[in-house]
């Protein structure tokens, strides 16, 4: 690369600042853009209701820590676990594809 950015040191390398250059890398962008697939329903969903009530659940665990409630705090906690598993759960079978096409 030369040391002035207004002269162009490859064959058809354009200027950084010219017009040019700006065009080349927008359509570089655009060719690296690629639609993405609608998530199914069930998905959504299911992200949504473990993401929910694992925010709830270890909220109210960290409340009834901070009031001094320490087993119905921890009781709490452990009930965020079913919603992790559950997350685990949909992020893996929509990653193989086993809810996806469900048409909903």
Do not use: H, K
């Not at 040191?9 to 697939?37: H, I, N, W, Y």
Request: aromatic share 4%.
């Amino acid at each position: 690369m030369g040391s002035n950015p207004a002269t162009p040191t490859d064959v058809g390398e354009a200027a950084p600042g010219s017009l040019d250059g700006l065009a080349a890398r927008q359509s570089g962008l655009e060719e690296s853009m690629t639609l993405q697939t609608r998530i199914p329903t069930r998905v959504v969903i299911g992200r949504i209701t473990s993401i929910i009530g694992l925010s709830f659940t270890v909220a109210v665990g960290i409340l009834l820590l901070l009031g001094g409630a320490w087993i119905a705090g921890c009781i709490s906690l452990l009930l965020a676990l079913p919603f992790v598993g559950l997350l685990r759960f949909v992020e893996y079978t929509a990653e193989r594809g086993a809810l996806r096409g469900s048409g909903s």
